[in-house]
T-cell receptor, first 114, second 114 residues
Framework: DQQVKQNSPSLSVQEGRISILNCDYT??????FLWYKKYPAEGPTFLIS?????DKNEDGRFTVFLNKSAKHLSLHIVPSQPGDSAVYFC?????????????FGTGTRLQVTL | NAGVTQTPKFRVLKTGQSMTLLCAQD?????MYWYRQDPGMGLRLIHY???????AKGEVPDGYNVSRLKKQNFLLGLESAAPSQTSVYFC?????????????FGPGTRLTVL
C-alpha cells in the first residue's frame, strides 16, 4: 500500500516558467513532509519541508503548500532553471520522538527545457 | 568534510553469495539509515540505528542484517544474496530523531544479483 503517491512520473517545463510537483498521502498520522531532489548517480538531497501545522513554507524559489483536508501537498519552483532538472521525491513522517522514518513517494522527474 | 560515504559504488554478486555494504559519516550524527530504491518505487527503509550499538527494523528488513559497532559506521549485510535484492542502496544519517531534522544521504551503491 503506497502511503505517499506522486502520480506524475515526469514533468517538462520551460525555463523561467513555474514547475508544480504534486504529492498525495493516505496516512493521517503523518505530521511532517519533506521534498528531496536527486540527480543521477547521487544521493537525494534535502530541499524543503513543512510541518502539518502550517499550510505554506517558502525558501527562495521553492514553496511547498500543504492541504491537510485533501491530504495533498505541492512543490512550486519559480522561476524554473535548467539546473532544477532532477527527480523530486516527496516524503512524509510521523514525529514519534524516535528515529524519523521517512516514507517516500515514487518520484517525479522534472526536465526544465531552454 | 566528506559527509556520508558508501563503499563500494557498484557490485555484482551471484545468487547465494554474501557481501557487506559500508556506510561512513563524519558529521557525528546519532541516527543512521539504510534504504533501497527500486524502479517505479520510492526509497524504502531497510534498517536504521538510533545510536552506536543499536539497530532496528524498517519497512523491508528481510534478507538483511546490520551492525553499528562505531558511531560513524553503519554496515548492511546480505548473507545469501537473491535476485530480488538487486537494487540501489542508500545510506543516510541525521543528527536528531525529530522529524524536522533532514537526513543526509550517501551517493548510493548499485548492486546486481545474478
Amino acid at each position: 500500500d503506497q502511503q505517499v503517491k506522486q502520480n506524475s512520473p515526469s514533468l517538462s517545463v520551460q525555463e523561467g516558467r513555474i514547475s508544480i510537483l504534486n504529492c498525495d498521502y493516505t496516512n493521517s498520522m503523518f505530521d511532517y513532509f519533506l521534498w528531496y531532489k536527486k540527480y543521477p548517480a547521487e544521493g537525494p538531497t534535502f530541499l524543503i519541508s513543512i510541518s502539518s501545522i502550517k499550510d505554506k513554507n517558502e525558501d527562495g524559489r521553492f514553496t511547498v503548500f500543504l492541504n491537510k483536508s485533501a491530504k495533498h501537498l505541492s512543490l512550486h519552483i519559480v522561476p524554473s532553471q535548467p539546473g532544477d532538472s532532477a527527480v523530486y521525491f516527496c516524503a512524509a513522517t510521523t514525529n514519534t520522538g524516535t528515529a524519523s522514518k521517512l516514507t517516500f513517494g515514487t518520484g517525479t522527474r522534472l526536465q526544465v527545457t531552454l | 568534510n566528506a559527509g556520508v560515504t558508501q563503499t563500494p559504488k557498484f557490485r555484482v554478486l551471484k545468487t547465494g553469495q554474501s557481501m557487506t555494504l559500508l556506510c561512513a559519516q563524519d558529521m557525528n550524527h546519532e541516527y543512521m539509515y539504510w534504504y533501497r530504491q527500486d524502479p517505479g518505487m520510492g526509497l524504502r527503509l531497510i534498517h536504521y540505528s538510533v545510536g552506536e550499538g543499536t539497530t532496528a527494523k524498517g519497512e523491508v528488513p528481510d534478507g538483511y542484517n546490520v551492525s553499528r559497532l562505531k558511531k560513524q559506521n553503519f554496515l548492511l549485510g546480505l548473507e545469501s544474496a537473491a535476485p530480488s535484492q538487486t537494487s540501489v542502496y542508500f545510506c543516510a544519517s541525521s543528527q536528531l530523531a525529530l522529524s524536522y531534522n533532514e537526513q543526509f544521504f550517501g551517493p548510493g551503491t548499485r548492486l546486481t544479483v545474478l
